[in-house]
Each structure stands twice: as structure tokens, then as C-alpha cells.
């Protein structure tokens, strides 16, 4: 337990002082004012990943993995899907607010492309760029799937992996990295069912691991769901997974 909490701390910590190393991105969509983050290696021709928030928008667990993803040789970038003015204040607001991106998804899609095209802009090479997410942002991730958007791959950490059933199952030729709490209320096995259903479907490279003992934010160390053995096996999950697709 002891150790846990230790562990915990310093992980809140080291991301706080990795973060200071992240550089603000002004970008629009239209009028819009949009605030991304990008590693202090952008300029450089290296691969990249695009970071897709929680649902509150930017966040340390956002931060600390684009510095821990500098480390391993890329160009991360945190997109700003809300906008400047239309960050959540709390969970009421957060739902509403990405209930709507959920809803609208094509809203959604543009604004994971417009963070692309920075990430582009900041050094990363085109043909080499992945999209990784949290919760709301693990939708994000699927939704670059199922929008053909250019990226050779994704990962949607915890995220809602429900989709309208009155869309059709397309084509999807982005390879996909799914890690699934086991205790995630959020996830129905009709949700479960059905992104395999489309997977297959679309005749996706994809790949769906559940971690154990294991609730929605179970990565996130401000969480009380955070579970620091299964956080630490996905995000070497992530890693390898980026390794294969990227370099």
C-alpha cells in the first residue's frame, strides 16, 4: 500500500515537471481559438503521436505521456478539442460538453484533423503519425479509425467505445489498439460486441486487451480507479505497439 502511494505521488509529480517542458500551439477552427501542446523537440523530422484528452481537456496524465513519448523518440502533440472558453469546470459540464463531440462526431473528427495538421507543422513525418486517447479521448481515437483520417495507427486507452448503431460499418484501414478496463461500467457488452462487429467488418488490423481488477480512469494516477500495475503493463502496451507501427 505503502508503496502504491509512493509511486503514485511521484508519477503526479515527474508529470508536473516533465510538462513545464511542453510548448503552447495557438491553432483555429474558424473563429475558434484552439491551445494544443507540443514536445519541445517539434522541428525535428521524428515520427509522431497525437495525444487526445479526457473529457475535462487537458490534463497531467495528458502531459506526462507526451513527455514520456518525447523520451522514446517522438513528436507528441496535445490537442485542444473544446476550444479556448469551453474547457469543462466539472463532470456535469465535461459530459455535456463531450456528449456533444460523441453526438456530433464529424465536429469531432475535424478537430482531431486540424490537430494533426499542427503536429505535421511541428516536424512530424506525415506517413509516420499514431493517435492515442483517454476516455473521452479514446473515442477520439476510434473516430480517427472509423474516419479515415491520416494516421497509420491508434489507441483508445479507457475510452467509451460505444458507437450509434444507425451508422454503418465502413472500410478501416488504421491499425487499432484497444485497452479495455474489465471493470469498466462504461462499457457494455453490447458496446463490446459491437466495435468487434465493426472491426471485423471493416477488415481492421485490431487488437482489444482487459486489464484486471481494473476500473474506467485505471491509468490515471489522480484517480481513485488508478491501478498502478495494470497502468504501467498498458502504457508498455502502447509503447510496443507505437514501436511497431511507427519505426
Known amino acids: 500500500m505503502i508503496r502504491t502511494l509512493l509511486l503514485s505521488a511521484f508519477l503526479m509529480s515527474s508529470g508536473t515537471f516533465f ?3 511542453l510548448k503552447p500551439v495557438t491553432y483555429k477552427d474558424g473563429s ?82 486540424l490537430a494533426l495538421e499542427e503536429l505535421k507543422k511541428n516536424g512530424a513525418v506525415p506517413e509516420k503519425i499514431a493517435v492515442i486517447g483517454y476516455c473521452f479521448g479514446g473515442t477520439g481515437a476510434l473516430e480517427s479509425a472509423r474516419g479515415s483520417l491520416p494516421v497509420v495507427g491508434v ?20 491499425k487499432i489498439l484497444v485497452e479495455n478496463p474489465a471493470d469498466d461500467k462504461s462499457v457494455t457488452p453490447e458496446d463490446y460486441n459491437n466495435l468487434i462487429k465493426e472491426m471485423n467488418e471493416g477488415n481492421a488490423d485490431w487488437q482489444i486487451i ?29 509503447l510496443m505497439f507505437l514501436k511497431e507501427i511507427l519505426k
Open 19 to 21: 510538462s513545464q517542458n
Open 32 to 113: 475558434q481559438k484552439l491551445n494544443g501542446l507540443v514536445t519541445s523537440n517539434a522541428g525535428k523530422k521524428l515520427p509522431g503521436v497525437l495525444i487526445l484528452p479526457a473529457w475535462k481537456g487537458i490534463d497531467d496524465e495528458a502531459k506526462t505521456a507526451a513527455a514520456d513519448l518525447e523520451k522514446q523518440g517522438y513528436i507528441a502533440f496535445v490537442a485542444d478539442i473544446y476550444g479556448e472558453g469551453n474547457i469543462p469546470a466539472d463532470n456535469e459540464s465535461a459530459a455535456k460538453t463531450s456528449g456533444y463531440y460523441k453526438k456530433n462526431y464529424e465536429a469531432y473528427q475535424k478537430r482531431i484533423l
Open 155 to 174: 489507441v483508445s486507452i479507457h475510452g467509451s467505445i460505444g458507437k450509434d448503431q444507425s451508422r454503418k460499418n465502413g472500410p478501416i484501414s488504421t
Open 210 to 238: 482487459t486489464y484486471a481488477h481494473s476500473k474506467h480512469t485505471f491509468t490515471d494516477p489522480k484517480s481513485p480507479d488508478y491501478n498502478p500495475v495494470m497502468a504501467k503493463r498498458a502504457w508498455n502496451h502502447t
